[in-house]
């Protein structure tokens, strides 16, 4: 309990001091992060001892639940630690930024939101955490707000996910439904029909955290936000909250939707890996590579093994954010990310490259570095899978394709003019370093991993592993020593726009939802007419009845008043003047009156 | 035992009263009045709150014989349904008042209006007669289209002929329901019309379907709504406030009090043809929110949108044949009413401080303004986030358990989730049309809220993340009445 309250509370406590004080954002976030690390561990530990939960009121009949298993501590610590070293490199990165307060604050928040996501134990926190990361990652995409295209990037990315929670909603209602219970344990029994429909749902879901084809364009744009906040959103958080949902509900999946997964994420892998590779932007070539390594990871879910997608996560986190850590510093140096200017930035700054170099063969699958371990993992979870025959040949296209565009950016980070000798950045060096050094080594804890996990993958002697190798260093060399032009030919122009198809989302989306709403105000329009004409024809009617009464209720009324000042001129000779004969009317008016009162009910 | 529901829904009245015999009119006392008046008007019902509600049935009863001879009696009562729907309207009178306090033109009569118009309100959704509900219901047509035709804008006179017309035509075929259930019943006792529903067969579709027109109007429901943007885009920015807060949820209370409890039968029977309205509400509104650059239009056609989620949320419960889920979905639709009514209310309140301000509202005339005025700026986004349903804030528990609830009762109707996404998009769209972005240098020397305007907004920042985070508090009340209605 301690543990879990530690590491939400830590970094929620510290993002809304920061937020309200507006000083001391470095400090107070860094000790919210370092809190909120000791927690995740303390939860590690007691975890593998049997589960941390907690219930706290929500809805009637439906509490909120926060539990921590051993794979929710495991993604508990992941967060926690790649939070604090990108906390570190912020630092460092966003010394000068006179809105520092709301930068610190806003990415604590997201940090509290991953948390809430990754613990979550029933279906309405883990629906409210997802929101809110969509949510925080906004307003951190848009932080830099009064610059050109940051507020479309940030719109972009929340809608974009936005539409493919509609999955998540609707699945998390059937399972709540068919299960009578929001908590999420619970519902993974559910089998047949609903379980199909839930996983199909979700896996809707996953494609727009996780970016995956066709939901993959507004991944490349949220690098409008600063560098750390790219690091982040990449690595541990916001992307990895499709594959961490689907991992968490693999026990459900039945194979339909395992299927389903994996071809998403194989076509991904392919598809993401060829846009990574044409692409003319150092971030935007890692934030396609994001797309596609969540890719491999959808393949191991899909291929029945979540624990290889599992450990892909861990360390694509470590290796990614290290990357874009590296990112950028070359950004820092050069004021700019395009391919052109970062030419030379490694070759300046070689302590730097050399992180970024590791990371970059990591992430292709060198060994001994922590990729190589995961990617074999899932080589092998591909080739053991029913629909291997799909999966198998995605999953090597895949991997030759990361090692041909990390060793693209390898290329043109060496080669080109250095420059003058840039200055030192301490604080930066620090935060990268720490998360490369975690790139290198984590491939050691898979194994221990495996077993806390209830998990260990079957060994596959030499085979998988020598495939795996192969496929990574003929990508490297290919991505080092042939020039993108002749890797991709024809496929190139198609690759450089992202491979959009009929106008991409915004032509089937975006347009025909403008379409609808102009519609609907086409018909409001006529709506309101049509009231207005309705009160128009009745104030037709009122003035011809005005006319009517002038020419014909007026005339009659004169007419009768004349009438009557001639009946009364008559009447006069009854009125006598005499009491008892108007008494005598007066009661005999009241006797009618009366009789008739009395025989109404017999008359009716 | 002080009878504080009916102190509570005369003092305003009352106050109204005195202020019209002081003999300083000034805009200043006038104002203090008003403030001091609502304000106490505010601790009554956090009094009656305290006093609470009982399971099953109404609480704190208060009656007077009337018209004994046709069974009409001065009846107010309270249950979990009515009760944060008081709550909700005197905290928004409060702070219209507060926010009413630049008004100065023939401030008195203005201040009168709005206090007749909380005696309206307060009334109509405690009186548990029949006849004293209608007459509390008509009686707010009047204050309201004084409001809109003496304060509001460009093309005031129109609007507040439209709504007046639009509204009391619409209210005839209540008043005949009310007769059936009178002739039928022989009392204006509403707690004995919900207990025992004294119409059935034909006489009690007729008398649904009277009841759905004039509720339909009033909430507003597809394709009766048409009198809301008018009427929101004309009238003052406390008018805006009080009728969106407060007076479209007259329909919504009406739906549940009188169509869903009076007539059941009927209700359950055409629960689909209501279902349905509420689904094309939801999602036209949507739509047609999506198709302005009125910031005030846009958001008048949200509350269409929103209010169509409240009346799916009872139709789904009187469709559902799951006990559980039908609670949940009347849990959802009160809570949507209240979240409706701090959420939009705080968007009123933002759009019309940009309007006092720069004396525009369309989207395009603004640009970059978080930079220049932060506070309305986060403001703003923190209500857009709220309205278009993020989690944490007020409309997600609601909209939560209506669809939850849909979902799993009739799972055709659960495209209205649809509008969640479009929402989303016309909000993001004026977000960053109005506060991101490079500054329109027209605004440069645009000033911040000021110190009443925060006291104005901050109290409804506050609710709607408390909702968000935890509804309990709201959810519980609502919940005690909404597990023990029979129907």
């Known amino acids: ?604 | 035992m002080l009878p504080l529901l009916s102190i509570a829904t005369f003092l305003p009245i009352l106050g109204g009263l005195v202020l019209m015999a002081l003999p300083d009119r000034s805009a200043r006392v006038t104002h203090g009045v008003s403030i001091g008046v609502t304000g106490l008007t505010f601790l009554i019902t956090l009094a009656i709150w305290a006093r609470g509600i009982v399971p099953g049935g109404f609480a704190q009863i208060e009656e007077i014989s009337w018209i004994p001879a046709i069974g009409a009696a001065y009846r107010l009562g309270l249950d979990g349904l009515s009760l944060p729907l008081v709550l909700l309207t005197s905290l928004l009178f409060l702070l219209s008042a507060i926010y009413s306090a630049r008004v100065t033109e023939r401030a008195a009569t203005y201040v009168v209006l709005m206090l007749m118009l909380e005696t309206a309100s307060l009334g109509t959704f405690m009186a548990l007669d029949g006849l004293l509900f209608y007459i509390f219901f008509e009686v707010s047509l009047v204050g309201m289209y004084f409001m809109i035709a003496g304060w509001g804008y460009e093309d005031r006179q129109r609007a507040a002929l439209m709504f007046f017309l639009y509204t009391l035509l619409g209210s005839l075929p209540l008043l005949l329901a009310i007769l059936g259930l009178y002739l039928s019943s022989g009392s204006f006792d509403m707690r004995v019309w919900i207990d025992a529903p004294p119409l059935t067969g034909i006489a009690a579709m007729l008398a649904l379907i009277a009841m759905l027109f004039t509720f339909a109007v009033k909430i507003p429901a597809f394709p009766v709504h048409t009198w809301l943007p008018a009427a929101h885009v004309q009238a003052p920015t406390a008018g805006s406030v009080i009728l969106a807060g407060v007076m479209l949820k007259f329909g919504t209370y009406g739906l549940i009090r009188f169509a869903l409890q009076m007539t059941p039968e009927a209700f359950t029977r055409a629960g689909v043809v209501i279902l349905v309205f509420g689904v094309v509400s939801a999602i036209y509104g949507a739509f047609a929110a999506l198709a302005q650059s009125d910031l005030k239009k846009m958001i008048a056609y949200t509350s269409v949108n929103h209010m169509g989620y409240v009346v799916m949320g009872v139709a789904v419960a009187a469709l559902a044949t799951d006990p559980a889920m039908r609670v949940v979905a009347l849990d959802g639709a009160t809570l949507q009413m209240i979240s409706h009514g701090i959420v939009t209310g705080a968007l009123f309140f933002l759009v019309g401080m940009l309007q006092d301000r720069a004396h525009v509202r369309d989207m395009g005339d603004f640009g970059g303004l978080l930079g220049q005025v932060p506070w309305l700026g986060w403001a703003f986004i923190l209500s857009a986030f709220a309205s278009l349903g993020l989690p944490g804030l007020a409309h997600f528990p609601a909209e939560f358990q209506v669809f939850l609830a849909t979902l799993n009762a009739q799972p055709w109707a659960v495209v209205a989730i649809l509008a969640i996404v479009v929402t989303a998009g016309l909000y993001l769209r004026s977000v960053a049309a109005v506060f991101l972005g490079e500054l329109n240098q027209k605004w440069a020397a645009m000033p911040d809220l000021d110190r009443r305007e925060m006291l104005v907004i901050v109290p409804l920042l506050i609710l709607t993340i408390l909702i968000g985070v935890a509804p309990a508090w709201l959810l519980n009340m609502i919940h005690t009445t909404m597990a023990s209605l029979s129907f």
């Open chain 1, 1 to 604: 309990m301690i543990f879990l309250a530690f590491t939400i509370l830590s970094p929620l406590l510290a993002g809304l001091t920061i937020l309200v004080l507006r000083r001391a954002s470095e400090a107070l976030g860094l000790a919210g992060a370092a809190l909120g690390l000791v927690g995740a561990l303390g939860l590690l530990a007691t975890a593998g001892s049997g589960d941390v939960q907690a219930v706290l009121t929500g809805l009637p009949d439906m509490p909120l639940r926060l539990i921590a298993t051993p794979l929710t501590a495991v993604l508990a610590l992941l967060v926690a630690t790649v939070a604090g070293f990108v906390l570190t490199y912020a630092t460092g990165y966003m010394a000068k930024d006179p809105e520092k307060p709301r930068f610190f604050g806003t990415l604590l928040l997201f940090v509290t939101a991953m948390q809430g996501l990754v613990l979550a134990g029933d279906w309405i926190m883990l629906l409210a955490a997802w929101e809110m990361i969509g949510f925080a990652s906004y307003l951190l995409i848009g932080f830099w707000y009064r610059r050109d295209g940051v507020a479309s990037a940030a719109t972009r990315a929340f809608l974009y996910t936005r539409s493919a929670d509609l999955g998540l909603y609707l699945g998390a209602f059937l399972l709540i439904g068919v299960a009578g219970t929001s908590e999420i344990s619970a519902t993974l029994a559910t089998t047949g029909t609903p379980a199909l429909i839930a996983g199909l749902l979700l896996l809707v879901a996953a494609m727009g955290k996780s970016a995956q084809v066709p939901l993959q364009d507004w991944l490349q744009r949220a690098m409008a936000g600063p560098t750390p906040v790219s690091a982040l959103l990449h690595s541990a958080t916001l992307v990895a909250a499709g594959a961490i949902l689907l991992i968490r509900v693999a026990p459900m999946l039945p194979g339909g939707a395992l299927l389903a997964i994996g071809i998403v994420g194989g076509v991904t892998a392919v598809v993401a890996g060829l846009i990574a590779l044409a692409e003319r932007d150092l971030k935007r070539l890692l934030a396609a590579s994001t797309s596609s390594q969540y890719g491999l990871m959808l393949v191991a879910v899909g291929a029945g093994a979540p624990v290889a997608a599992l450990l892909h996560l861990i360390a694509h986190a470590a290796i990614k954010s290290s990357l874009f850590l590296g990112a950028g510093v070359f950004q820092h140096d050069r004021d700019s990310t395009t391919m052109d200017a970062v030419a030379g930035a490694g070759r300046a700054r070689p302590g730097i490259f050399a992180g970024f170099a590791i990371a970059a063969l990591a992430l292709a699958g060198i060994p001994p570095l922590a990729g190589f371990f995961s990617k074999d993992a899932i080589i092998a979870a591909a080739l053991t899978s029913p629909s291997a025959a799909w999966l198998l040949p995605l999953t090597l296209a895949g991997t030759v394709l990361t090692g041909a565009y990390m060793g693209r950016a390898l290329r043109v980070l060496w080669h080109g003019d250095p420059g003058a000798k840039p200055g030192t950045i301490p604080l930066m060096a620090t935060g990268m370093a720490g998360l490369v050094a975690l790139a290198v080594v984590l491939g050691a804890t898979f194994g221990p991993l495996e077993q806390m996990l209830n998990a260990e993958m079957p060994e596959f002697g030499l085979a998988v592993p020598a495939l795996g190798l192969a496929a990574a260093l003929s990508g490297l060399a290919l991505g080092w020593l042939v020039p993108v032009t002749g890797l991709l030919r024809g496929l190139l122009p198609w690759a450089e726009r992202g491979f959009v198809v009929a106008g991409g989302m915004d032509a089937l989306m975006v347009r025909p939802a403008l379409a609808i709403a102009a519609g609907c105000e086409r018909l409001e329009r006529r709506l309101y007419d049509g009231v207005l004409a309705l009160g128009r024809a009745s104030l037709s009617l009122g003035q011809s009845a005005r006319r009517a009464d002038r020419d014909a209720i007026d005339a009659a009324i004169f007419g009768l008043v004349d009438r009557t000042v001639m009946l009364g001129a008559r009447a006069r000779r009854l009125q006598s003047g005499f009491i008892h004969r108007e008494l005598a009317i007066t009661t005999i008016g009241i006797a009618v009156i009366i009789v008739a009162l009395f025989a109404a009910p017999y008359l009716v």
